[in-house]
């Protein structure tokens, strides 16, 4: 992934930390009671895991890529939920970033101070993230072991840095937490154009000057928990605002923010000598599409190449990670990381005389889209854009298993930004539809007249459900697979289960289950066997009953779901009886289960279909989609009731 810059993670990172000594002489003068667990107001403990007593942020830039940092804060834990208060993190760059001073102090229930850690106690470590094989970040961290509750964490830190992309952004309130008082303070020169945004928040600053720097301040007080809501992105709830000057300088680049047109002419400065092939490679390029004859078939040919040939990496070195590696690095070791790959991608292409672009993106599910009113930088990914005519393509170029012109749910419904040789443009990846995320399955049950079973299941599947199965679970053991895949289809338990892989072409992937039962039936009584029509539940989520949702729900993506089930009746049994055929639908979308018993092949066949048109649920149909749930819940508990012949 591309590396989130290390400006932002200065300021977004859990800080927890230190502070110059005028500021420390400044802050001396707090209430006492700040320190004291009992002093929290019941209004703001209630619901809480902790509650921030005070905490002043500082911001001070003098320049483009000039500012400093100073946070002194009191934050009080109250259970075991909150610990991560307790750890003093501090990213930063030895060459553009200085950790000047640090300090942790802890507090026991009553105030008294029961530990101390400064600079020296913080272990100096290289921030390798699991992910980057090679880094050129930093990070200083100690971590407090927290023997009881309540304890309060008094921190400060001041950093300096040369080199900024962006201001990021206050976090006002972090999940499950309470405020008691909170200070943010930006002084700023006027030359560098700040400005800042809110984001799900009303508050606005205090503005002065200050010698030669404007200054905003934002102040909040008795700030009660809000209860998180589930499937409820942060970035759509959490009270924030965003910060960035158009002028910047990062890693020793000047750059203008001003526009993303502008952004945009900086990164392609950055890219300018990288899409390099040499003649030899770029001829033998040529000459492997020479017989394809349209671009579009080379260019899915050169992304299929690169698939098979090439591996993901993540390198974050270089202009503070956004600086791709050369095509030509890439074509002789065979990886490179999101950028690498991308630019290596468009290089290929651009041997094939097929013009392409370097798109920066934000990366995650259901993740933030880029704001076009408010140039920044939000970024975390590259992925690739080909204009064809009345066609444009998107290339995933980390995935070796990622289907030719597919995204997926890391990167779709996003904006990008794509780097022209005009500089910056946001444009919209595709959003995609039911149909792009489809499974569909086949199962044929045979039943023995003891109440057991044996079972074939057959699933087909593409989009987010493909990704599961060719990207996902082959990572983990087989023991691990058989373990998700009962509770996640709510399989009933059998007595053997043997999971096997089978095709992947076209974007569609192929999975077969074979499994036995000793007991199928759910009950028997007399003659009668009571059965659940299905080995599995084509959808088996439920949401609870809220009284008034605040925030619009979301799904991972729209999806089509189908499973035919044929249930072969043992010799000598018919079916009494079977479920009624149901047809439910919600604003959003529709579940549907028919039935029917073929008396001449003494087999009961299901079609059950779920259908998701929208993957965002507004808060206002919530409570439709809940109950709509229930009652699928409630179709799917019908069941298949056989007896002996007479």
């Known amino acids: 992934m591309l590396n989130k810059k290390l400006s932002c993670l200065l300021i977004a990172a859990v800080m927890v930390v230190c502070g110059n000594t005028a500021v420390w002489a400044q802050d001396k003068n707090l209430p006492k009671d700040l320190y004291v667990a009992s002093s929290i107001p019941d209004s703001l403990k209630q619901d809480a895991h902790k509650v921030i007593r005070y905490s002043l942020h500082e911001m001070k830039v003098s320049g483009p890529g000039k500012l400093v940092e100073k946070e002194h804060s009191i ?3 109250l259970d075991e939920k ?31 101070l029961i530990k101390k850690y400064g600079k020296g106690d913080m272990y100096d470590r290289s921030a390798a993230d699991g992910f980057s094989v090679i880094t050129d970040s930093r990070f200083m961290v100690v971590q407090h072991s927290v023997a009881s509750y309540p304890i309060t964490i008094e921190t400060y830190y001041e950093m300096n840095q040369n080199s900024y992309l962006d201001l990021s952004q206050w976090r006002i309130q972090p999940p499950e ?82 526009s993303w047109q502008n952004f945009g002419k900086w990164q392609s400065v950055l890219n300018t000598d990288v899409c390099n092939l040499s003649p030899q490679r770029t001829e033998e390029v040529k000459q492997l599409t020479a017989n394809l004859k349209t671009d579009q078939e080379k260019a899915r040919f050169l992304y299929n190449y690169m698939q098979k040939n090439m591996r993901y990496v993540s390198i974050q070195l270089g202009v503070g990670g956004l600086k791709p590696f050369p095509a030509s690095f890439v074509d002789q070791k065979k990886y490179g990381d999101c950028k690498a790959l991308s630019n290596y991608m468009k290089a290929l292409l651009q041997a094939a005389g097929i013009r392409s ?29 080909i204009p064809f005519k009345n066609d444009t393509t998107w290339l995933e170029c980390t995935s070796n298993t990622t289907a030719y012109g597919k995204l997926g749910a890391f990167t779709e419904n996003r904006r990008a930004l794509i780097v022209t040789e005009d500089g910056g443009k946001l444009v919209n990846t595709p959003k995609s539809i039911g149909a792009d995320n489809q499974f569909n399955s086949l199962v044929q049950v045979k039943l023995d007249a003891d109440g057991g079973a044996t079972a074939k299941v057959k699933i087909l599947s593409t989009g987010g459900y493909r990704d599961l199965y060719v990207d996902q679970l082959p990572t983990v053991s087989q023991d691990k697979q ?11 338990q ?21 499994l036995e039962y000793d007991v199928f039936a759910e009950v028997s009584a007399g003659s009668k066997k009571f059965y659940r029509p299905r080995v599995f539940d084509l959808w088996r989520m439920t949401v609870p009953v809220v009284e008034k949702r605040r ?3 979301y799904f991972e993506h729209p999806m089509q779901k189908t499973c035919i089930t044929v249930i072969s009746l043992p010799e000598g049994f018919e079916a009494e009886s079977v479920p009624e055929n149901v047809m439910l639908k919600f604003s959003y979308g529709t579940y549907e289960a028919n039935y029917k018993y073929d008396n001449a092949k ?10 998701l048109n929208n993957h965002v649920i507004p808060a206002a149909k919530y409570t439709e989609m809940q109950q709509y749930m229930d009652k699928i819940t409630s179709a799917q508990n019908k069941k298949l009731i056989i007896h002996k012949k007479a």
């Open 177 to 258: 937490t309470a405020v008691q008082n909170a200070i943010y303070k930006v002084s700023v020169v006027p030359g560098v154009h700040f400005r800042y945004k809110n984001k799900n928040t009303t508050i606005k600053p205090f503005k002065e000057t200050e010698g030669q720097y404007e200054v905003y301040t934002w102040q909040v007080k008795n700030l009660k928990t809000v209860e998180p809501e589930d499937e409820a992105p942060a970035w759509t709830v959490a009270p924030r605002i965003v910060f960035a000057a158009d002028k910047f300088e990062y890693f020793g680049m000047e750059g203008d923010f001003s």
């Open 357 to 385: 672009h370097y798109a920066i993106i934000n990366g995650g599910t259901n993740g933030e889209p880029a704001d076009v009113d408010f140039p920044s930088s939000p970024f975390n990914h590259v992925i690739l854009c």
């Open 75 to 77: 934050i009080t834990i």
């Open 482 to 492: 058989k373990e998700y895949l009962l509770r996640s289809l709510n399989f009933k």
């Open 82 to 112: 909150a610990d991560d208060a307790a750890t003093l993190y501090l990213p930063y760059d030895r060459k553009y970033s200085s950790v000047n001073s640090a300090q942790m102090l802890v507090y026991d229930a009553q105030g008294k």
């Open 494 to 514: 059998p007595s053997f289960f043997d999971f096997k892989e089978a095709a992947d072409s076209a974007g569609i992937k192929e999975v077969n289950f074979d």
């Open 551 to 553: 925030s619009d729900f």
């Open 602 to 611: 003494n087999e009961v066949v299901s079609t059950v279909k779920f259908n």
